[in-house]
């Protein structure tokens, strides 16, 4: 195990000890689900959403010290700054993570890819073996988080059978094509919309006992999350339909749309990634002279071609293999994809040659 189950109960020795627990997460299904488990163990803190950026900064420092935090707990960011680190009030810094390890002074770090860089199982993963309750909810993040565990699996299905199909070839199937796919996907735009009802949102889901309560709508909680998510489907769907009917080469499908829209790249490119195996999509969201993107390949490894693609170009990113994010400046942004594709057919020709 990459994350030694020493490692583990040290998290879970932070988790009973804390008294004022502050809960940094990505907004994500992954992230959402590793601040559920976390705080549904605890049963205290407060939960923070990091949705402006993939890196956590010094101003986030702030919020864990006007809350007083004793504990700060940093999950599935993939970029977590010295400042920040440098700017909490509290010492006990856990980060738990399964991004590209990063070297930061004063935190406690957790992340499988220390041991076994090519281990990324999702945080909320780690976050279930910490706590050992909720299975529902950890595989619902981890499931979005494109990855199907095999020692958990089989425990869900004989708790959840009806949750998954009979056979699934990989991730992407269960995410598009099962019960607790939709689940994930209902995790994931309850954290869309207005700041108020996104709280409320994972206020009452902090409070849901089974997946039923949402997907059957068995009680007034569950009904709440399942109709809010109906209604941000509907904007979903009609993006989808945008992107499916887009100008598509034979290699890439790249699509971008306004920032009064909400923000479904990572959805968006992801069921596109399902659907064109073979395709590299760039979906992107123009926001405040930034186009924010979310890139996906089912074969090429990422990073090296981003890495590469973004030299010269206003913006940054990263992330793993087959899934990385990006902020490029909108001036930028055709050259950047132009660099990309250049980056795509030089990888392309060293494999043919090998």
């Known amino acids: 195990m990459a994350i030694s189950e020493e490692n583990l109960k040290k998290i879970r020795r932070f988790l009973d000890e804390s008294e004022r627990p502050i809960f940094f997460f990505d907004d994500d299904p992954d992230g959402l689900s590793s601040f559920l488990l976390f705080y549904r163990y605890a049963k205290k803190g407060k939960g923070v959403i990091v949705k402006s950026s993939p890196m956590l900064k010094e101003e986030y420092a702030l919020k864990a010290n006007e809350y007083y935090a004793d504990t700060v707990f940093v999950l599935d960011k993939p970029l977590t700054t010295q400042e920040f680190v440098d700017g909490c009030v509290s010492k006990n810094i856990i980060i738990l993570d399964h991004h590209p390890v990063i070297k930061l002074k004063g935190a406690h770090y957790f992340n499988p890819r220390i041991e076994d860089d090519s281990d990324n199982r999702p945080t909320s993963y780690w976050a279930y073996r910490v706590v050992k309750q909720d299975l529902w909810i950890a595989m619902t993040g981890i499931v979005g988080d494109w990855y199907i565990p095999p020692d958990l699996t089989p425990m869900f299905k004989k708790l959840y059978p009806d949750l998954l199909p009979r056979k699934y070839k990989d991730p992407g199937d269960l995410l598009f094509e099962s019960p607790l796919g939709r689940l994930s996907r209902i995790f994931s735009f309850s954290l869309k919309g207005k700041s108020q009802e996104v709280m409320k949102s994972i206020k009452i889901l902090t409070r849901v006992q089974t997946p039923y309560e949402i997907m059957n709508q068995e009680t007034p909680k569950g009904r709440f999350i399942y109709k809010r998510f109906l209604k941000v489907e509907k904007e979903y769907e009609k993006l989808l339909s945008s992107a499916m009917k887009s100008k598509q080469g034979k290699n890439f499908i790249v699509f971008t749309y306004p920032g009064k829209k909400m923000s479904f790249t990572g959805e968006l490119s992801n069921e596109l990634l399902h659907k064109?195996?073979?395709?590299?999509?760039?979906?992107?969201?123009?926001?405040?002279?930034?186009?924010?993107?979310?890139?996906?390949?089912?074969?090429?490894?990422?990073?090296?071609?981003?890495?590469?693609?973004?030299?010269?170009?206003?913006?940054?990113?990263?992330?793993?293999?087959?899934?990385?994010?990006?902020?490029?400046?909108?001036?930028?942004?055709?050259?950047?994809?132009?660099?990309?594709?250049?980056?795509?057919?030089?990888?392309m020709k060293e494999k043919k040659q090998k």
């Open 276 to 347: 064109f195996p073979n395709k590299i999509n760039i979906i992107g969201r123009e926001k405040s002279g930034f186009v924010r993107c979310s890139i996906r390949s089912k074969y090429l490894k990422l990073p090296p071609i981003l890495k590469e693609a973004l030299k010269g170009i206003r913006g940054y990113g990263g992330g793993h293999d087959h899934a990385c994010g990006a902020s490029i400046k909108v001036e930028d942004f055709d050259i950047f994809v132009n660099k990309f594709k250049e980056a795509v057919k030089s990888v």
